[in-house]
C-alpha cells in the first residue's frame, strides 16, 4: 500500500513547523545548560527529530532523546527552574505530535489534509501541567523516593488495565 | 497457475461458501509510533526515579505515561468490513467502469480506504488514486469510484484496504478487507480484427463430414430405395445399371460439429495477456475455418451448456471467442468456481472436440481423455507459454523449469496414448502448422479406425 508519493502542503507546513519546535527546544536545551555535553546532546537531539520528518519511526528516538535531554537539566548539578524544564518538555511533546500528524498525512487519498493542531498543543500544555504538579508534589517534605515509588506504582497498575481491555476485546 | 488461493471451508453464517478472492483478513491492530516512544519515556523516568532516588525524575515519566494511557483508553480501533462491487463484469477495452466501496464499522472513526494492487485499469475518479479519507464519523458508507480499462484482459481492480483510527487514539486497525470481483475487458474492434485475423486460411483441423445426413449437396452414399424417400434422390444410373431403384443419399450441408473446449490457466498480468492471445489465435485458427465451412463451433469453457458461435465468422464471433478464454481464466483463478464449473459437458454425439490448452490442469485432461473414451474424436492444441517464464535465476528456477515441462511433455505423451491427437502451438510459428499437424494425425487416426472396423 505504501507508495512515494509527493508531499501536501500540509504536510510539508507540518513538516516545517516540527522542526521550528524541535529546534526551539534544543537550542533552549543547549542555552539552559551551557556546556558542550548539552550542545552535543541537543544537536544530536535536532538531528534525530529531522530523521523522523521523513520515517515516523524515528519518532521514538525523538522522544526518548528529549525527554533524556531534559531529565539531564532537571538532575544536574544546577537544576533549572521548573518553568523552563515544563517548557522544553512541551517542547519535545509538540513536536512528537506534529510529526506523527505529518505522518498521518502520508496517505494516497486527496481532499482533507487538515492537521489537528489543537490536539497537538492540547497535549503539550497537558504534558507540561502534568509535569509541574508532579515535580511540585515531589518538592513538598516528605520521605524521599515514596512519591515516586507510588507514582510508578500507579502507572503499572493503569497500564496493566489498559493491556488487559486491549486483550479482551481483540 | 492460480494466483490467489483461498480456504474453501471457509462459510459464511448463511451456508454459502465464501468468495475465495478474499479468505485471508490480513492485518491488524497497530500502534503509532508515539505509543512506544510514550510508554518507553514514561517508565524509564518512573523507574530512574526510583532507582536514583531522584524524586523529579518521575515528574519527567508522569506526563508521557498520561498521554499513552489518553491514547489508549477507550480508544480501540473499530473493525471494519467492507466489500467492493462493480457495476458491471465485463466491458470493451477503454470504458469507463463505475463502482462502489461499501463500508461498515461501529462508532465515530477515521477511516483511510484505498483500492491497491489493480492492474489493467487507471482511475478517473477519485484520482489518482482510488483512495479516500473519511474524516471522524460513523459507517456504513458507500464510496463509488469510475475506472477506465487500459487493456484487454482478466483484470485485478485491486484490493481494498483500510486504516481505521478513534479520533486521538494511538491505535489503529489496518486490514485489507476485500478483494474486487474480476473485471472482463474485451478488445476494442480494431484490436480485435488485428488480433485474431487469420495467417493463413489453408489451416483447416479435421475438415470432416457429419454423420448426420440430409438434403445438402455432398455425396454420402447410395442405398436401395426405401418407401418415403424423394423421387428425385433416385439415382437413375445405377438403379439402370442393377435394376432395383437405389436412391443418392447427401451429407447435410452443415457439415460437422466442433466444440473448443477452452482451457486458460495463465495468470500474472502481462503474461497473462499474451497466453491469452495465443489461445485465442489458436482457437480462432480453428473456429474461422469451421465457420466458414457452415460448421457448427461450440465454445465450452464454463458450466455444462456450449456457447454456439454464430454462423458468419464475424466480429461477434470473435468478441465471443474472447470472452469464454477470459472467463474460463477467471474462473482458473478462481478455485471454487472452478470446482462447481468442473462437471462435464453433453457434447453431441458427432461433434470434434478440439481442446486449447496449456496443459497445466489435471481435470483439464482428464476432461479431454473422458469424451475421447466416449467416442468422439477428439483432438488438443498444445500453447506453448514456456517462453513467458521469468528468466532462471538460479539452479532452482532451472530445475523447476525442466521438470515443468517434463510434466508437459508427459501429459501431452498420456493424451496421445489414449488416442488424442496433439500439437503443439509455438509462439514462433503460430498456430497454423499446429492446425495442419493436427488434421493430418486426425486424418490417420481416423483412418486407422476405419481400418480396424
Same mark, same amino acid.
Given at each position: 500500500?505504501?507508495? /512515494?508519493?509527493?508531499?501536501?502542503?500540509?504536510?510539508?507546513?507540518?513538516?516545517?513547523?516540527?522542526?521550528?519546535?524541535? @529546534?526551539?527546544?534544543?537550542?533552549?536545551?543547549?542555552?539552559?545548560?551551557? =556546556?558542550?555535553?548539552?550542545?552535543?546532546?541537543?544537536?544530536?537531539?535536532?538531528?534525530?527529530?529531522?530523521?523522523?520528518?521523513?520515517?515516523?519511526?524515528?519518532?521514538?528516538?525523538?522522544?526518548?532523546?528529549?525527554?533524556? *535531554?531534559?531529565?539531564?537539566?532537571?538532575?544536574?548539578?544546577?537544576?533549572?527552574?521548573?518553568?523552563?524544564?515544563?517548557?522544553?518538555?512541551?517542547?519535545?511533546?509538540?513536536?512528537?505530535?506534529?510529526?506523527?500528524?505529518?505522518?498521518?498525512?502520508?496517505?494516497?487519498?486527496?481532499?482533507?489534509?487538515?492537521?489537528? !493542531?489543537?490536539?497537538?498543543?492540547?497535549?503539550?500544555?497537558?504534558?507540561?501541567?502534568?509535569?509541574?504538579?508532579?515535580?511540585?508534589?515531589?518538592?513538598?517534605?516528605?520521605? @524521599?523516593?515514596?512519591?515516586?515509588?507510588?507514582?510508578?506504582?500507579?502507572?503499572?497498575?493503569?497500564?496493566?488495565?489498559?493491556?488487559?481491555?486491549?486483550?479482551?476485546?481483540? | 497457475?492460480?494466483?490467489?488461493?483461498?480456504?474453501? =471451508?471457509?462459510?459464511?453464517?448463511?451456508?454459502?461458501?465464501?468468495?475465495?478472492? !478474499?479468505?485471508?483478513?490480513?492485518?491488524?491492530?497497530?500502534? #503509532?509510533?508515539?505509543?512506544?516512544?510514550?510508554?518507553?519515556?514514561?517508565?524509564?523516568?518512573?523507574?530512574?526515579?526510583?532507582?536514583?532516588?531522584?524524586?523529579?525524575?518521575?515528574?519527567?515519566?508522569?506526563?508521557? !505515561?498520561?498521554?499513552?494511557? *489518553?491514547?489508549?483508553?477507550?480508544?480501540? $480501533?473499530?473493525?471494519v468490513t467492507g466489500s467492493v462491487r462493480l457495476a458491471m463484469e465485463r466491458a470493451v477495452q477503454g470504458d469507463?467502469?463505475?463502482?462502489?466501496?461499501?463500508?461498515?464499522?461501529?462508532?465515530?472513526?477515521?477511516?483511510?480506504?484505498?483500492?491497491?494492487?489493480?492492474?489493467?485499469?487507471?482511475?478517473?475518479?477519485? @484520482?489518482?488514486?482510488?483512495?479516500?479519507?473519511? +474524516?471522524?464519523? &460513523?459507517?456504513?458508507?458507500?464510496?463509488?469510484?469510475?475506472?477506465?480499462?487500459?487493456?484487454?484482459?482478466?483484470?485485478?481492480?485491486? #484490493?481494498?484496504?483500510?486504516?481505521?483510527?478513534?479520533?486521538?487514539?494511538?491505535?489503529?486497525?489496518?486490514?485489507?478487507?476485500?478483494?474486487?470481483?474480476?473485471?472482463?475487458?474485451? $478488445?476494442?474492434?480494431?484490436?480485435?480484427? %488485428?488480433?485474431?485475423?487469420?495467417?493463413? $486460411?489453408?489451416?483447416?483441423?479435421?475438415?470432416? &463430414? &457429419?454423420?448426420?445426413?440430409?438434403?445438402?449437396?455432398?455425396?454420402?452414399?447410395?442405398?436401395?430405395?426405401? $418407401?418415403?424417400?424423394?423421387?428425385?434422390?433416385?439415382?437413375?444410373?445405377?438403379?439402370?445399371?442393377?435394376?432395383?431403384?437405389?436412391?443418392?443419399?447427401?451429407?447435410?450441408?452443415?457439415?460437422?460439429?466442433?466444440?473448443?473446449?477452452?482451457?486458460?490457466?495463465?495468470?500474472?498480468?502481462?503474461? &497473462?495477456?499474451?497466453?491469452?492471445?495465443?489461445?485465442?489465435?489458436?482457437?480462432?485458427?480453428?473456429?474461422?475455418?469451421?465457420?466458414?465451412?457452415?460448421?457448427r463451433v461450440g465454445l465450452l469453457a464454463r458450466g455444462r451448456t456450449p456457447a454456439w458461435l454464430p454462423p458468419?465468422?464475424?466480429?461477434?464471433?470473435?468478441?465471443? *471467442?474472447?470472452?469464454?478464454?477470459?472467463?474460463?481464466?477467471?474462473?482458473?483463478?478462481?478455485?471454487?468456481?472452478?470446482?462447481?464449473?468442473?462437471?462435464?459437458? %453433453?457434447?453431441?454425439?458427432?461433434?470434434?472436440?478440439?481442446?486449447?490448452? %496449456?496443459?497445466?490442469?489435471?481435470?483439464?485432461?482428464?476432461?479431454?481423455?473422458?469424451?475421447?473414451?466416449?467416442?468422439?474424436?477428439?483432438?488438443?492444441?498444445?500453447?506453448?507459454?514456456?517462453?513467458?517464464?521469468?528468466?532462471?535465476?538460479?539452479?532452482?528456477?532451472?530445475?523447476?523449469?525442466?521438470?515443468? *515441462?517434463?510434466?508437459?511433455?508427459?501429459?501431452?505423451?498420456?493424451?496421445?496414448?489414449?488416442?488424442?491427437?496433439?500439437?503443439?502451438?509455438?509462439?514462433?510459428?503460430?498456430?497454423? +502448422?499446429?492446425? %495442419?499437424? !493436427?488434421?493430418?494425425?486426425?486424418?490417420?487416426?481416423?483412418? /486407422?479406425?476405419?481400418?480396424?472396423?
Amino acid at each position: 500500500v505504501k507508495a /512515494a508519493r509527493a508531499w501536501s502542503a500540509t504536510r510539508r507546513n507540518a513538516a516545517v513547523m516540527a522542526l521550528l519546535t524541535a @529546534t526551539a527546544t534544543a537550542i533552549g536545551a543547549a542555552a539552559a545548560g551551557g =556546556s558542550a555535553m548539552y550542545l552535543l546532546g541537543a544537536g544530536a537531539y535536532l538531528a534525530i527529530a529531522a530523521m523522523a520528518v521523513t520515517y515516523p519511526a524515528w519518532i521514538a528516538p525523538q522522544v526518548i532523546g528529549g525527554s533524556g *535531554l531534559v531529565a539531564a537539566l532537571l538532575t544536574g548539578p544546577e537544576p533549572l527552574g521548573l518553568l523552563v524544564l515544563g517548557a522544553l518538555l512541551a517542547g519535545v511533546i509538540t513536536t512528537a505530535e506534529v510529526l506523527a500528524g505529518a505522518a498521518r498525512l502520508d496517505r494516497p487519498a486527496a481532499g482533507d489534509t487538515r492537521l489537528d !493542531l489543537g490536539r497537538s498543543a492540547g497535549a503539550a500544555l497537558g504534558g507540561a501541567a502534568v509535569f509541574l504538579l508532579v515535580a511540585l508534589v515531589a518538592r513538598l517534605p516528605g520521605p @524521599t523516593g515514596l512519591l515516586p515509588t507510588a507514582i510508578a506504582a500507579a502507572g503499572c497498575v493503569l497500564l496493566a488495565l489498559l493491556l488487559t481491555r486491549l486483550a479482551d476485546s481483540a | 497457475v492460480t494466483r490467489r488461493t483461498g480456504d474453501p =471451508s471457509q462459510r459464511r453464517p448463511g451456508g454459502e461458501p465464501a468468495d475465495p478472492r !478474499l479468505p485471508h483478513r490480513v492485518g491488524g491492530v497497530w500502534a #503509532d509510533p508515539r505509543l512506544p516512544a510514550y510508554l518507553v519515556a514514561g517508565f524509564a523516568g518512573l523507574l530512574g526515579a526510583v532507582t536514583l532516588g531522584r524524586v523529579e525524575l518521575a515528574a519527567i515519566g508522569a506526563p508521557f !505515561l498520561l498521554l499513552a494511557a *489518553l491514547g489508549v483508553a477507550g480508544r480501540r $480501533p473499530p473493525a471494519v468490513t467492507g466489500s467492493v462491487r462493480l457495476a458491471m463484469e465485463r466491458a470493451v477495452q477503454g470504458d469507463m467502469v463505475e463502482g462502489a466501496v461499501e463500508l461498515e464499522w461501529e462508532g465515530e472513526a477515521e477511516l483511510d480506504v484505498m483500492l491497491a494492487g489493480g492492474h489493467g485499469v487507471t482511475a478517473i475518479e477519485p @484520482t489518482p488514486d482510488v483512495a479516500w479519507h473519511l +474524516p471522524v464519523g &460513523s459507517g456504513p458508507v458507500a464510496l463509488g469510484f469510475r475506472l477506465r480499462t487500459l487493456s484487454w484482459g482478466v483484470h485485478d481492480v485491486g #484490493d481494498l484496504w483500510v486504516r481505521a483510527r478513534r479520533p486521538g487514539g494511538m491505535l489503529w486497525y489496518e486490514a485489507k478487507l476485500a478483494a474486487a470481483p474480476p473485471l472482463r475487458v474485451l $478488445p476494442t474492434p480494431v484490436r480485435l480484427d %488485428s488480433l485474431l485475423r487469420p495467417k493463413e $486460411p489453408r489451416a483447416v483441423a479435421g475438415s470432416h &463430414s &457429419s454423420r448426420f445426413r440430409g438434403s445438402g449437396t455432398d455425396f454420402a452414399e447410395l442405398r436401395p430405395y426405401r $418407401p418415403g424417400d424423394r423421387l428425385r434422390d433416385i439415382s437413375w444410373a445405377t438403379t439402370a445399371r442393377l435394376g432395383d431403384p437405389w436412391v443418392t443419399v447427401h451429407h447435410s450441408d452443415r457439415t460437422g460439429t466442433v466444440l473448443l473446449l477452452l482451457d486458460t490457466v495463465f495468470a500474472e498480468t502481462s503474461r &497473462s495477456t499474451e497466453g491469452l492471445i495465443r489461445a485465442a489465435r489458436a482457437a480462432w485458427a480453428v473456429a474461422h475455418v469451421h465457420l466458414n465451412a457452415q460448421d457448427r463451433v461450440g465454445l465450452l469453457a464454463r458450466g455444462r451448456t456450449p456457447a454456439w458461435l454464430p454462423p458468419r465468422a464475424g466480429r461477434r464471433a470473435r468478441w465471443q *471467442l474472447l470472452e469464454e478464454l477470459l472467463a474460463v481464466g477467471t474462473a482458473a483463478e478462481n478455485p471454487g468456481v472452478r470446482r462447481r464449473t468442473a462437471t462435464r459437458a %453433453s457434447v453431441p454425439a458427432d461433434a470434434l472436440v478440439v481442446g486449447v490448452t %496449456s496443459l497445466q490442469s489435471r481435470d483439464y485432461l482428464r476432461t479431454l481423455l473422458h469424451y475421447r473414451r466416449t467416442g468422439h474424436q477428439t483432438a488438443a492444441l498444445i500453447i506453448d507459454t514456456a517462453d513467458l517464464l521469468e528468466a532462471d535465476r538460479d539452479v532452482i528456477d532451472t530445475a523447476a523449469r525442466r521438470l515443468w *515441462l517434463a510434466q508437459r511433455s508427459a501429459a501431452r505423451q498420456e493424451l496421445e496414448r489414449g488416442g488424442v491427437a496433439t500439437a503443439l502451438v509455438t509462439a514462433a510459428e503460430g498456430p497454423a +502448422p499446429a492446425v %495442419s499437424a !493436427l488434421r493430418r494425425r486426425l486424418g490417420a487416426l481416423h483412418g /486407422a479406425r476405419r481400418a480396424a472396423r
